[in-house]
C-alpha cells in the first residue's frame, strides 16, 4: 500500500502535470472585437477626413488606394492577418471563399431581433479564425446604398474606378461583410 506522504508526492505530480499541459487559453474573441473595432474606428476616422476635405471624390480614390493597404498592416501590426470579405465586393480581391461564403450566410440568418450579427470561431490545428460581422450605417449609404441615396457624381467616380462594382443597393442594418482574424495557435 501507499504511504500518506506517497499519495501526496503522487498528487503534486499529477496536479503540476495538468497545470502545465493547459496553459490559460488566449481568449480570440476578445482580442479579435479589439483589434477590429479599432481598424473600424481608424478606417472611419481617415474616411471622414477625406469626405470634408473633398467629398466622395476625394474619398473614393482614397479608399482604394489605402482601404487594404491599411488592413493588411494593421493586421501585421497586431500580430493577425486581418482582412475585411464580402459577398457582393467592390474590390475583388475582398471576395469570400465558398466556405466562408457558408459562414457569411449563417451569420446573415442568425441576425438578432435587436438587429445584432454574432460573431464566429473557427479553430484548426494551427489557426483560429475569428469572424465579426460589418453591418451598413447611415453614413455608408451614399457609396453603398440604392441608387437613389447616391449622387450622379459618386456614381460616376465608381464607374470608373470600379466597372464590376457589386457593393450597392444596401440599406442600414445588412450584413456587408466580416473581418476575418486569422491567429496563429
Ligand atoms: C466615400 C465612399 C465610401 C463610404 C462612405 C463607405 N465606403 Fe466602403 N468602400 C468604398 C470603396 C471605394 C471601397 C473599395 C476599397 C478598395 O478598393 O479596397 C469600399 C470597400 C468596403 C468594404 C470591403 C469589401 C469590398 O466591397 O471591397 C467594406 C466591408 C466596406 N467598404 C464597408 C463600408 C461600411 C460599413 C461603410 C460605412 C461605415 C462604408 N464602407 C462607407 C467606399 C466607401
Redesign the pocket.
Given at each position: 500500500m501507499f504511504q500518506h506522504w506517497q499519495i501526496k508526492i503522487l498528487l503534486i505530480i499529477l496536479l503540476s502535470f495538468i497545470v502545465v499541459c493547459h496553459p490559460a487559453q488566449k481568449d480570440y474573441e476578445a482580442l479579435a472585437i479589439a483589434i477590429t473595432t479599432e481598424a473600424k474606428s481608424n478606417l472611419?476616422q481617415k474616411?471622414m477626413a477625406?469626405?470634408k476635405e473633398g467629398g466622395?471624390a476625394l474619398?473614393?480614390p482614397f479608399?482604394?488606394e489605402n482601404?487594404?493597404g491599411f488592413t493588411n498592416t494593421f493586421g501585421n501590426e497586431h500580430s493577425v492577418r486581418l482582412r475585411?470579405?464580402?459577398n457582393?465586393?467592390?474590390?475583388?480581391?475582398?471576395w469570400l471563399t465558398k466556405e466562408e461564403t457558408d459562414i457569411f450566410l449563417e451569420i446573415q440568418k442568425e441576425k438578432s431581433k435587436e438587429g445584432v450579427y454574432p460573431n464566429r470561431m473557427i479553430s484548426s490545428n494551427n489557426l483560429v479564425t475569428v469572424y465579426v460581422p460589418?453591418?451598413?450605417?447611415g453614413?455608408?449609404l451614399?457609396?453603398?446604398g440604392k441608387t437613389s441615396d447616391i449622387s450622379k457624381e459618386?456614381s460616376a467616380i465608381?464607374a470608373k474606378?470600379?466597372p464590376n462594382d457589386?457593393?450597392i443597393g444596401y440599406e442600414v442594418g445588412e450584413l456587408?461583410?466580416l473581418f476575418s482574424v486569422e491567429f496563429l495557435k
Open positions: 472611419q474616411l477625406k469626405m466622395t474619398a473614393l479608399c482604394k482601404a487594404l475585411r470579405l464580402t457582393k465586393p467592390r474590390n475583388e480581391l475582398n460589418i453591418v451598413i450605417m453614413q455608408c451614399q457609396c453603398h459618386t465608381l474606378h470600379y457589386k457593393a456587408r461583410g
